[in-house]
Each structure stands twice: as C-alpha cells, then as structure tokens.
C-alpha cells in the first residue's frame, strides 16, 4: 500500500521524492528565512533602542508600529501576486515575459506605494483617537507614523524587485538585502532617537525617520543588483520603460488584492488587539508589544518557508506536474510545524528570561512573559496557516482564502478576545487568548482547502 506523504511522515518512512522536495523547499527557503528575519530585526531594533530609551518612548513605538504595519501588510500582501506569476512562466520556460511583467509590476508598486503614504501620514493620526488610545503617547505617536510613512513607497518597490528574484528561485539577495538593512538600520535609529553626531534627540520620530531612509537604501541597492548580475541579464528587467498597461496590472491586482486583504485581515486583528490594549495604559502596551515582537520573529520562519512553498507549487504548476504540486504544500506544512515546534518549546520554558532581554522595567516584564506563554500556544497555528496560504498562493487561489481569514480573524478571533479582554476581565491575556482562536481556525480551514484544491488541480 502506497502512503501519502503526510501519512509517510507520520509512520516515519518518508518516499525518497518526498525526502527531496522537503530538501528543496528547504533550501530555498533559509535565505528567505533569514531575510524575513532581518526584516523583523528592524522592527527589534527598533523596539530594543525604545525599550532602553523609556517606557513612553517604547510605548510610542509600539502603536506607531501597529499603524505602519497597515501599510507594510498591504505592501507586501499585493505584491504577493509577483512570486506566483514569475514562478509559473519559469516553470513553464516562458523567461521572455518575465521583463515585461515586473515592469508592469514596478507601475503597480509605485502606485500602491504612493497611496500608502497618504494613507498613513493623513488617516493613520485619526486612528488613534478612535480607538482611544492613551492620550500622554498620541503626539509621539503620531511623529513617528508620520516619519516612517515616507518610506511606503520604497516598500513596495522593494517587494516587486524581491517578488521578481524569488519567483526564480533566486532567493539569496532577499537575504543580502535584508540584512544590509539591519546593518544600516542599527546605528542610524541610535544616532537619531538618542541625539548623537550633533543631532538633537528624537525618540520615537527618529525611529520612524531611520526605518523609512533604510527602506529606501534598501530598494535603490535591489535596482542596482538586478541591473548588474548575470543572473537576470536575459530578463533586462530595467531594459527600457514601458507605459503602464492596465490590462497586465489589472491581473496582478485580481490575484494581489485578494491576498493583500487576507493579510490585512490578520495583521487588521494584531492591530487592532494593540490598539485596544492601549486603552489599558503604557505598561500593558509596552508588554504586548515585547511578547509580540517575539512573536513576530519566530513567524518569520514558517514565513520564509510559506514564500518559498509558493515558488516550489508555482513552478509545479508551470510544468504540468500535479503530484509536485501537492507534495510541495505538504512538504512545505512539515517543515513548519518543525521549525514552530522549536520556537513553542522556547517561550514556554524560558519567558522572563526572554522578556527580561527586551526591558529592565519588572512590571512590563513581568506581564510580557504571561503573554509569551499564550503566544507558545499559537505558534503551530501561525506556523501552518501562514504555509497553507503560501501553498494556495502557488496556486493563484486567492480569493477563498481571503473569505476563511476574514471569518477566523474577525468572526472568531476578534469579538472572543474582546468579550474575555473587556467583559471578562482577563485584559491583554483575552485578547490574547481570541488571537489563538482565531489563528487556529484559520489554519484548520486552509489546510483543508489546499488538500482539496490540490486534489482536484489538473495541473
């Protein structure tokens, strides 16, 4: 009797094919890794100089950051289409219109990027008092959204040149990159939100003034790596400028906007948990905002491992293969609960220690370390969901997706955390408990819809 690959794995005599698509998927998947944890280590960076700066300051950070991401979760969930699209003309040896769609792409990500930085410099500020936010960190709050807003555009930009490169499978510059935004990031944020080399101290603006000047070095180093390597040459990604052609665009916005509004649907409920644990002053806020950026960084791997199962099911589908197409998400989901696996274990044995790193201040630790453990509990659903996603997104399957986050996020996640939060006094470990629920349906639906979508694909 011949066994699928997930009961394979669960008997413990996994098929050699299997064995090399776990291998390949793997490979292409740590220089996304570290590339999304150099991304995230911007966010740390951030945190820790606030953290040490003052309780204030970190608490300004913390729902600034929780505004921004808006605009980093739509960035990057429109300019998702790009990996599916280049890896299915790869796989199917169609490189000659790979140049002509990330131009289009490139008029797709200026565009989008443009009406971010109104969005958040102009909206982001009115969101605050709506969801009533402590009124001693509106102001600085406030500077800091409007100074990194600037670098929406550089975002966006960044991510098509990235979508381009990994739907090759060329995965390392996402890595190069990514960390030559961690290496700038570090000494610009210290200089400008401590006041050194002659500036004055600007805290939480500073911080905001630094991520958006490295997002920016960051998108114009990617523009001068794609024209240069002999990797791209026979693509000429920058050959020459075409005019935007909105029938192109408009394909990549019908696939993009789908995942775009999934991803919002997510980060819409992380944002909108620390937007109401504002409510609940600067301390609660400032714990939610340590355990949530280690939680962010542990995502970062079943992350980089979805970005790369959605090249390893592109590139099946692009050559026929409808056998790869469902090993590829399976071996993608294996990989991930792996990896989740290791991360649950740290923050369910060490929390204070973990917490301790991010603040010297014992009440902020002190509540940061109950939530990790909330947060140890919904690593396996994050880690799973997030790969599933990935798998569909191979696919082009956009749009059922998006449905399941809204209904787990929002359905489910949101109004259980605000009933134990605010009507059963649980406060932030509420919402935190509704973040588990809402994760963990999200990850049983999509599961089981790429086990049937992948079942019936005529690839």
């Known amino acids: 009797m011949t066994l699928s690959p997930a009961a394979a794995i669960a008997a413990g005599s996994v098929p050699t094919p299997f064995r090399r698509e776990l291998r390949d998927t793997l490979i292409l998947a740590l220089p996304l890794i570290a590339g999304q944890l150099s991304a995230i280590g911007m966010n740390v960076v951030d945190t820790l ?12 950070v913390a729902v600034g950051a929780s505004i921004w991401s808006i605009a980093i979760v739509t960035g990057i969930g429109v300019m998702m289409s790009v990996p ?26 200026l565009l989008l990027g443009l009406g971010l930085l109104m969005f958040i410099r102009f909206v982001g500020p009115h969101l605050l008092g709506r969801f009533g936010v402590d009124q001693g960190i509106v102001a600085d709050t406030t500077k800091f959204i409007r100074a990194v807003a600037w670098g929406a555009p550089a975002l966006t930009l960044y991510f098509a040149m990235r979508g381009l490169s990994e ?20 000494p610009i944020g210290y200089t400008l939100m401590y006041g050194k080399l002659g500036f004055a101290p600007r805290g939480a603006e500073g911080s905001g003034e630094a991520t958006a000047f490295v997002l920016w070095v960051e998108v114009i180093a ?12 026979d693509i000429a990604p920058f050959a020459h400028l075409e005019a935007p052609r909105w029938r192109e665009i408009g394909a990549l916005l019908r696939l993009g906007v789908p995942m775009g509004i999934a991803l919002m649907m997510e980060a819409g409920l992380f944002v909108c948990t620390a937007l109401l644990i504002a409510s609940l002053g600067a301390i609660t806020v400032a714990s939610h905002q340590v355990a949530i950026n280690v939680a962010s960084i542990t995502f970062m791997v079943p992350l980089g491992l979805a970005m790369a199962t959605t090249v390893r099911v592109g590139n099946a589908v692009g050559r026929g293969d409808a056998h790869g197409i469902r090993a590829a998400g399976l071996a993608g989901m294996a990989l991930s609960l792996g990896t989740q696996f290791i991360a649950s274990s740290a923050m369910a044995l060490f929390p204070r220690a973990i917490a301790h790193a991010y603040t010297d201040d ?30 569909l997104r191979g696919l082009k399957d956009t749009t059922m997706p998006m449905i399941i986050t809204v209904l787990a996020y929002w359905a489910i996640g949101m109004p259980l955390g605000y009933w134990l939060a605010f009507r059963q006094g649980f ?28 079942r019936t694909t005529k690839a």
């Open 222 to 233: 990617f523009a001068l790596y794609l024209n240069r390597h002999r990797n791209y040459r």
């Open 49 to 60: 100089l606030a953290g040490h700066y003052n309780a204030h300051t970190l608490a300004a």
């Open 84 to 109: 599916p699209s280049v890896a299915q003309l790869h796989g199917a040896a169609r490189r000659a219109e790979i140049g002509p769609l990330f131009r289009q792409a490139l008029w797709m990500a």
């Open 362 to 391: 014992a009440a902020v630790a002190t509540l940061a370390a109950q939530l990790l453990i909330l947060a140890a509990v919904f690593q396996f659903s994050d880690g799973i969901q997030v790969t599933a996603g990935g798998a």
């Open 427 to 454: 406060g932030a470990r509420g919402m935190w408990m509704g973040l588990v629920a809402g994760l963990t349906a999200a990850a049983v639906l999509l599961t089981l819809r790429f086990l049937r979508a992948s």
């Open 167 to 186: 739907g090759l499978s060329l995965t390392r510059p996402t890595m190069y990159f990514g960390l030559l935004g961690l290496v700038v990031l570090a």
